[in-house]
Nanobody, 120 residues
Framework: VQLQAFGGGLVQAGGSLRLSCAASGRQFSSYAMGWFRQAPGKEREFVAAISGSGDRILYADSVKGRFTIARDNAKTVYLQMNSLKPEDTAVYFC???????????????WGQGTLVTVSS
């Protein structure tokens, strides 16, 4: 499985961005997909995850109510980010995992990151 994330950019606080992650390979629907982020000088952290069927979704407390994860049948997973804050500034990574979605770094595949910068 290869993953490519895109959609990052510069946005003002309170604004919105939508990240996309395109997956290649077979059996995409069998993978749980997740978004993680890493701010400068900090460890990579969990943001959101969704099961292969889309019926189980996890969010980090810091993004609940502001971010929405979704996936479609075209091998793409999205992260809609609203009400962005400066502390959301980070490189965002998508990941794929065989099995159920989890909030830790135990993922099978990682994409390259896309930078999100939120100005105050």
């Amino acid at each position: 499985v290869q993953l490519q994330a895109f959609g990052g950019g510069l946005v003002q606080a309170g604004g919105s961005l939508r990240l996309s992650c395109a997956a290649s390979g077979r059996q995409f629907s069998s993978y749980a997909m997740g978004w993680f982020r890493q701010a400068p000088g900090k460890e990579r952290e969990f943001v959101a995850a969704i099961s292969g069927s889309g019926d189980r979704i996890l969010y980090a407390d810091s993004v609940k109510g502001r971010f929405t994860i979704a996936r479609d049948n075209a091998k793409t997973v999205y992260l809609q980010m609203n009400s962005l804050k400066p502390e959301d500034t980070a490189v965002y990574f998508c990941a794929a995992r065989i099995g159920r979605p989890v909030s830790d770094l135990d993922q099978n595949y990682w994409g390259q990151g896309t930078l999100v910068t939120v100005s105050s």
